[in-house]
């Protein structure tokens, strides 16, 4: 081996630079690369093309809460394994490396804080956890933001973000549809306002049960929303779906959602809602002294 060869190494593990893996974001829509830094501190909307990314449960907190502050509401435990299930890999391991992907312990993360002064509830599904699944905890997750909801008085805002019923579990996940579903009329009975923003993607038993029972139906832009997917359809009825078909514009303008909002407007129009709803005084006229909200039970 001569000198060349022996020394070059050395200089390459000198020059090499260290570059984390998500130091670049690649916009799904127009191949454009930009900084994460620069889209983490756009909510995780494109700059350029204004495609709305997914964002993590901790950061939609954070997006809606007045000072990025709030009370975490505690969901009861459930069997993390009930079918003991295994297919490719067994179910157990799934979870495990979803809640070290995470950080969540499942799909739904709950805060109780205050948007513009007004105590609500939000609950937030975060897809990056097996595909934001609705199983047991997920299900349990919902009926506790609820229930909270009904006991503090205040409305309840759910951000959705899945592909279904978790497999996993079987007819398990499949009983969280009709649980849901009387707990958000529990919610309605008590005549506090149920909003729900539907985000990319939401789809399957979510969207057939608790996300499409609100008062009032967000979606952020291009968000697809529906029961099966495209694809599924067009290959049962052997048609061609028209163009932009269960995106959330073609929704909107065919009268299964309310609006949709950008993700920057989203926290002024989720508070004017709430107050419209509570027949509660505008934000800007319910000017007080700051009152420190009693942590949930």
Same mark, same amino acid.
């Given at each position: 081996? #001569? ?12 020059? &090499?630079?260290?570059?984390?893996? #998500?130091?670049?974001? =690649? ?9 994460? =830094? ?7 909307? $494109? ?23 709030? %009370?975490?509401v ?5 069997p993390?394994?009930?079918? =003991? !299930?295994?297919?490719? &890999?067994?179910? /157990?391991?799934?979870?495990?490396? /979803?809640?070290s992907?995470?950080?969540?312990n499942?799909?739904? *993360?709950?805060?109780?804080? *205050? ?13 990056? %956890? ?8 997920a299900?349990?997750?919902? $009926? ?7 006991? *503090? ?5 759910? !951000? ?14 499949l009983?969280?549809?009709p ?5 958000v ?6 005549? =506090?306002?149920?909003?729900v923003?539907l985000? #990319? ?25 529906? %029961? ?8 049962? $009825?052997?048609? *061609?779906?028209?163009?932009? !078909? ?6 909107r303008?065919?009268g299964?959602?309310?609006?949709v909002?950008?993700?920057? /407007? ?20 319910a ?7 009693? /942590?949930?039970?």
């Open positions: 081996m #001569n000198w060349f060869s022996n020394v070059r190494p050395k200089i390459r593990g000198m020059l &090499r630079r260290e570059v984390p893996e #998500n130091l670049w974001i =690649k916009c799904p829509e127009t191949g454009q690369l930009v900084f994460y =830094k620069d889209v983490e501190a756009n909510q995780f909307v $494109i700059p350029g093309s204004n495609y709305h990314m997914r964002m993590s449960a901790t950061a939609r907190l954070k997006s809606i809460f007045d000072n990025e502050t709030w %009370f975490d505690a969901v009861p435990d459930v993390a394994d009930p079918l =003991k !299930f295994r297919d490719e &890999r067994r179910y /157990a391991d799934r979870l495990k490396d /979803a809640r992907k995470t950080g969540l499942d799909a739904i *993360k709950l805060g109780y804080g *205050k948007l513009d002064r007004l105590p609500i509830v939000a609950g937030v599904q975060d897809f990056d %956890f097996m595909g934001g699944s609705l199983g047991m905890a299900g349990e997750a919902i $009926i506790k933001g609820l229930t909270t909801a009904v006991e *503090k008085g205040c409305p309840f805002v759910l !951000f959705a973000a899945s592909g279904g019923a978790r497999m996993q579990e079987g007819i398990l996940s009983m969280q549809l649980r849901t579903t009387i707990a009329q529990n919610l309605h009975e008590a005549r =506090k306002p149920y909003i923003v985000s #990319n993607p939401t789809t399957g038993g979510v969207t057939a049960s608790y996300a499409m029972l609100g008062d009032v139906h967000i979606a952020e832009p291009g968000a697809l929303i529906g %029961f099966a997917g495209p694809r599924v359809i067009e290959q049962t $009825i052997r048609e *061609k779906l028209p163009e932009g !078909f269960q995106r959330a514009e073609y929704l303008d065919h299964m959602v309310d609006m909002v950008h993700r920057h /407007a989203l926290r002024e129009t989720i508070s004017r809602l709430c107050r419209l709803l509570l027949k509660a005084p505008a934000a800007e006229a000017e007080q002294p700051p009152v420190s909200l009693p /942590a949930p039970a």
